[in-house]
């Protein structure tokens, strides 16, 4: 938290590669500071961190509008095609410690392609590393961030008819976070509107986790 007028919500993108985890990034900092583009092999080998500036418009505190200010720290992918799982744990580790270890964190994005089926054991590695990395009350801390969801709108999915022919192994991860998704466009910046929603469910999933965050105090 800043002052009593500005709210800072930290967040962390976690996915296998070209899953538009820094495009996803970019769309909820209403910027371009992750490199995204196709790559047939990895593009993120560092973390990063990115800052909004001050959202207005969707948080009232005490009767009064306070600003919204939106940090993500975007990682390597896991499946890496250049780097251990052991790197990508040490160097995602580190910068939570260091970017989120005062403030402490309150979301994690597992970041999926909605345009691409999960297959049973797919996301195991994934979710291995999220529960390594935030303990065991990582359920409560994780979100899903279903990526090129407007390739299965183009598909003539809606949302609703996505989930009811969606697999047992995403509907499974689904109810382990307790229903924390949302779907997000992956058009190269999207509107303000549709991105003030997104923000809006992210809110919401904290709100609901009572404010709570992880890895505070564990700056070194």
């Not at 993108?13 to 769309?27: C, I």
């Not at 975007?74 to 410690?97: F, G, N």
């Not at 999960?118 to 303990?135: F, K, N, R």
């Not at 899903?144 to 192994?169: N, V």
Request: hydrophobic content about 35%.
């Amino acid at each position: 938290m800043a002052d009593s007028n500005e709210m800072n919500i930290n967040l962390v993108v976690l996915g296998k590669t070209q899953t538009g985890k820094s495009a996803a990034g970019n769309s909820l900092l209403g910027s371009s500071d992750f490199e995204s583009r196709l790559c047939p092999s990895s593009v993120t080998t560092c973390c990063s961190l990115g800052r909004s500036g001050r959202i207005l418009g969707l948080i009232r505190r005490n009767g009064c509008e306070s600003a919204l200010c939106v940090r993500v720290l975007d990682t390597p992918s896991y499946p890496h095609t250049a780097l251990s799982k052991e790197q990508v744990r040490d160097t995602v580790r580190a910068a939570l410690a260091h970017h989120f270890g005062e403030e402490g964190l309150h979301l994690a994005l597992l970041v999926l392609r909605a345009d691409l089926p999960l297959c049973p054991d797919e996301s195991d590695d994934t979710v291995q590393l999220i529960q390594e990395l935030l303990g065991p009350t990582w359920k409560d801390f994780t979100a899903i961030l279903l990526t090129h969801a407007d390739k299965a709108e183009e598909a003539g999915y809606s949302e609703e008819t996505y989930l009811h022919s969606a697999p047992s192994t995403l509907l499974s991860l689904l109810s382990t976070v307790q229903h924390k998704y949302i779907f997000l466009d992956n058009h190269n910046s999207i509107i303000k509107e549709e991105r003030n929603i997104v923000l809006t469910k992210l809110l919401n999933f904290i709100r609901k986790n009572n404010y709570q965050v992880l890895l505070k105090h564990s700056k070194e």
